[in-house]
Structures are given as structure tokens and as C-alpha cells.
């Protein structure tokens, strides 16, 4: 039985296979109730989603928004919820950071390139479609060619943080962008917390810079991983939210729609949060 809760899933708009529409389709047919689109470093996803929800009555879309950020012991996601997602300082931010990724994605290709992987910019550009080219249109790409043998492959021995054709871009620091879902009047949380090494200590910078809210419960999470975020979060008196980080990249191993446990009652403290600070993207429907 899948969760009527998803508060992280991702669409064509970045690096997700499914696109908006398809998104909302998928997530009514196993009767969900709230989700959340968050594209990385695009908003674009947002409304186009929130209109197909016309075609469903007791589906909510949050908006959202995953920011890439960088420190000196990995990245750090931040979501963005509630953001106002028509807001033009935050989208030219975000469009600054997009042109980075698509810089970086073709060094990583000229990086594989001599490595004796012949993958072309034109091809991963191909899988990309509409959405911004990042690291899995790449690792695709190397699939097709038989240089993988799955998409986790790819990023362990290749393209992730110390792999021969990995690549930095411009990022801002954690603070920095919890800083700017604030000013666009949104509730930044910090997502998948246990990917990054000590933790705690990140989300205690956090706090002081205006941190809302910790995903918990996360796909990739145990239950005993899930509960020890739990009372961090109660420590620092944020909210709970969680997801399954839905890409569709690949339907046997992702967690699917709905495939993270998450409370109904992290949806519902989170809309009554936006409602607390009036965030601007609150939609007058949302219950």
C-alpha cells in the first residue's frame, strides 16, 4: 500500500524521465493525495503540474524546488516548498545555475571521451529532451553503449564526486540557499540528510541560517535511520517531510510514487507552516 504523501519527485523539467503531466497521472492512479514537484534548480515543472491537477480533484501539488549546493564534505541538498515559483530573482538564480550544469555535463562527456568512451554531447543532449542535462541523461548515454551495466554503475566508478570524469559547477553554500527559498517567501528543508558525512553538525549550521524543516522520511532510509532523523528534527524543532526522490530512471530498483512511508501529517504541518508565514505559493485550495 503506497503513501497518499510524496513530497520529492522529479519531472523532464530537470532530470526525471516522466513529465509533469505524467507526474500528476501517476500519482492520482495510486490515489495520492499531496506531492510535490522539485526539479533541480528549476521551477518550471510547477505550474504545468499544478493545472493537470484540474483533471483530479483530491490531488494537491506543492510547489517546489531541489537546490544544488556545495561544501567542503560533499553536497547538500535544499528543498525549497511554498516558494513563490513565478518569482524573477529566484528563477534568473536558478537559470545561472542550470547554464553551469549543462557546462559541466560537457566537460564530464570530454572527460568519458578520453577515457575510450565514445559518447556524444549530441546524444545525451537527445535523452535530455526539454529538461536541463545532468548527470543520469550522461550515465544513460553510457548505458545505451554497453559501458554500464546499470545507471548506479556509472556514477560509482565514473561520474560522481572523485570519479575520473567528474566535474564541479557553480554551486552556492548550504546557508545561502536557505536563505533565498526564505526571501521568496518558501520553507527550506534539508533533503536526504544521511547522504552527506556528519550531518548533525550541517543541520545545526542550518538552523541558525532559518532551516524549517528535515526529509525524514526518505526512500533510501531504514527505519532506524528514519526515527534517529525524527528526533533530530524534534531536537531542533523542525518540521518532518519525506519523499521517494522519484526520477523514473529505473522502474525495478527506484522507489516509486508513493513508495516512501510519509505521514499524512507532514503534509498537513507543512501547509499549515506556509500558511503561518503566508508563503507566496501557498494556493488558496490547498488543505
Not at 69 to 76: A, F, L, M, P
Not at 240 to 246: A, C, E, V
Not at 261 to 286: N, S, T
Request: charged share 25%; with cysteine.
Amino acid at each position: 500500500m503506497s503513501s497518499k504523501v510524496d513530497l520529492h519527485i522529479h519531472t523532464t523539467v530537470s532530470d526525471g524521465v516522466h513529465s509533469p503531466e505524467n507526474i500528476v497521472a501517476k500519482a492520482a492512479k495510486v490515489n495520492m493525495e499531496y506531492i510535490a514537484i522539485c526539479d533541480h534548480d528549476n521551477l518550471g515543472g510547477v505550474g504545468i503540474a499544478i493545472e493537470a491537477t484540474r483533471r483530479y480533484p483530491k490531488l494537491r501539488v506543492i510547489p517546489g524546488v531541489e537546490i544544488s549546493t556545495d561544501y567542503s564534505g560533499g553536497d547538500v541538498h535544499i528543498l525549497g516548498y511554498f516558494v513563490d515559483y513565478q518569482d524573477p530573482v529566484l528563477n534568473d538564480t536558478l537559470t545561472e545555475m542550470r547554464r553551469s550544469r549543462v557546462e559541466r555535463a560537457r566537460d564530464m562527456v570530454i572527460k568519458l571521451n578520453g577515457l575510450g568512451m565514445e559518447i556524444s554531447w549530441q546524444r545525451v543532449s537527445e535523452i535530455a529532451g526539454e529538461g536541463t542535462v545532468g548527470r543520469p541523461h550522461i550515465a544513460t548515454a553510457m548505458l545505451e553503449k554497453g559501458y554500464i551495466q546499470n545507471m548506479g554503475e556509472a556514477f560509482d566508478k565514473y561520474i560522481g564526486r572523485g570519479g575520473p570524469a567528474y566535474v564541479e559547477r557553480i554551486k552556492m553554500n548550504p546557508e545561502e540557499a536557505v536563505r533565498l527559498v526564505l526571501s521568496c517567501g518558501g520553507i527550506p528543508v534539508m533533503a536526504h540528510p544521511l547522504t552527506i558525512m556528519d550531518h548533525e553538525p550541517m543541520v545545526e549550521r542550518l538552523v541558525q541560517a532559518g532551516l524549517m524543516g528535515l526529509e525524514c522520511h526518505y526512500g533510501g532510509f531504514n527505519p532506524q535511520q528514519i526515527d534517529g532523523l525524527v528526533k533530530l528534527a524534534g531536537k531542533h524543532h523542525l518540521l518532518t517531510t519525506g519523499g521517494s526522490d522519484y526520477h523514473g530512471l529505473d522502474e525495478l530498483t527506484e522507489t516509486p510514487i508513493g513508495g516512501a512511508e510519509v505521514p499524512l501529517q507532514d503534509a498537513k504541518k507543512l501547509i499549515a507552516k506556509a500558511r503561518q508565514i503566508k508563503a507566496k505559493g501557498l494556493a488558496e485550495d490547498m488543505e
